[in-house]
């Protein structure tokens, strides 16, 4: 390698650590720039040197790593996190991708197989988010590839695609997600609702679907996906919402690429009026792609100082990224009143209006996700399923569907 790879380790002392020390010494192509044993000390480490890849033990002096590895994640979304645990279960690859960790590796640990972990992750910290300024920058010449005719075909398409998005898990996103599609769907447009947190999404179980094809098995297929094909690896809700769900099983997740979303949505757009997407709650590739084709993306908050903490992070990234601010609504859901924040408080703090707080009700949402039947319309008069349609009258009336 021209440059060595900056490592940080965030370890307690003890023999694993001294035994992941002793292996990078013996690894030219890798240096190790900084050793923290708390969160505070390794955020200065962070700032000063920007290390490549962190190493993370799976306790750091009684506090649990995937605790720190969502705090680091929240001062810097795309830090690539090696996390060392006594086991590998799917219990664990779920924790570590809730929270962005990229890899684990379980002890007793080996040169090799450390050295190609931090290789691996080292070379796909450059990917991500790349793929919002890939369509930017190759945008012109790939219209000038484009056969004679495909360009009409593109103009006459008014496919709104609509992302629900939150680093932080249980503020609704996937409830929101749901109910906005099925709203859609009841105003009369033709819309199609993806699940794209495709390592533990959950809108089958929410809308009570089972998809009659794996979605795994459409990486076979991409080569030749058109419409119809695509279909067979969709569902039909009772609404008329047309479902594609995330993969059952966590293990089949790595079989869908960001460029078969590319695909995917192109296809969509030829067909639908509205896309509604559910993403993951993390920065990666297909969460990229996803924002990246989004007329308007849905950052989901509620009245929470983490949570605005975390949607300020998300904004600043996205603007880093570029992507258009007039995209960017934001959605305070569970909204109560008297918890110390007001409405004004968190558009202050944001420096954002807020488009809609839909309400806390809890016993609707509930029974409603239970049932697997999305509440605005098993409970049209609720007020968390009046807040929605609201949302769809602002969403149709932005995007001139409005009456």
Do not use: W
């Not at 000038?144 to 629900?164: R, T, W």
């Not at 390592?199 to 089958?204: E, R």
């Not at 979303?261 to 993951?280: A, F, G, T």
């Amino acid at each position: 390698m021209d440059t060595k790879i900056k490592v940080m380790l965030l370890m307690e002392e003890g023999y694993i650590k001294d035994s992941v020390k002793v292996i990078l010494s013996i690894t030219d192509d890798i240096v190790l720039v900084g050793e923290a044993d708390n969160i505070d000390a390794s955020l200065e480490i962070m700032n000063s040197f920007e290390p490549d890849v962190i190493i993370l033990g799976e306790e750091v002096n009684g506090k649990d790593g995937f605790l720190i590895s969502e705090r680091i994640m929240e001062e810097n979304p795309f830090q690539p996190i090696i996390l060392i645990a006594s086991q590998q279960n799917v219990d664990t690859y779920k924790k570590a991708l809730r929270v962005g960790v990229r890899e684990v590796l379980k002890t007793p640990l080996y040169p090799n197989e450390l050295k190609r972990a931090i290789i691996r992750v080292h070379d796909t910290k450059g990917k991500v988010g790349h793929s919002l300024y890939y369509h930017d920058i190759s945008a012109t010449s790939e219209e000038e590839q484009k056969p004679e005719g495909e360009n009409e075909i593109e103009d006459k398409n008014n496919a709104q695609v609509i992302s629900i998005f939150s680093i932080k898990g249980g503020v609704g996103k996937t409830t929101i997600s749901t109910n906005l599609a099925v709203a859609l769907a009841e105003s009369g447009k033709k819309t199609a609702l993806l699940d794209l947190d495709i390592y533990s999404g959950d809108i089958a179980l929410a809308m009570n679907v089972i998809p009659k094809r794996r979605v795994a098995d459409l990486a076979n297929d991409i080569s030749r996906l058109d419409l119809d094909l695509l279909a067979s690896y969709m569902v039909k809700h009772f609404s008329g919402v047309m479902v594609f769900t995330a993969p059952f099983s966590i293990e089949h997740a790595d079989y869908i690429k960001p460029e078969h979303i590319e695909k995917i949505l192109s296809l969509l757009k030829q067909e639908y009026d509205y896309i509604v997407i559910d993403c993951p709650n993390y920065f990666y590739d297909i969460a990229m792609v996803a924002l990246d084709h989004s007329d308007m993306i849905l950052l989901v908050a509620t009245m929470d100082i983490l949570s605005l903490k975390s949607i300020k992070s998300t904004i600043k990234v996205l603007e880093n990224l570029k992507v258009d601010k007039t995209k960017l609504n934001l959605v305070v859901n569970k909204y109560i009143k008297g918890v110390g924040l007001t409405l004004n408080d968190v558009e202050v703090t944001l420096a954002m209006p807020v488009t809609t707080a839909i309400p806390l009700e809890s016993q609707p949402v509930i029974s409603s996700m239970n049932q697997g039947i999305p509440f605005v319309t098993s409970m049209k008069r609720s007020k968390v399923a009046k807040a929605v349609q609201d949302l769809v009258k602002e969403i149709l009336a932005r995007a001139g569907d409005g009456e």
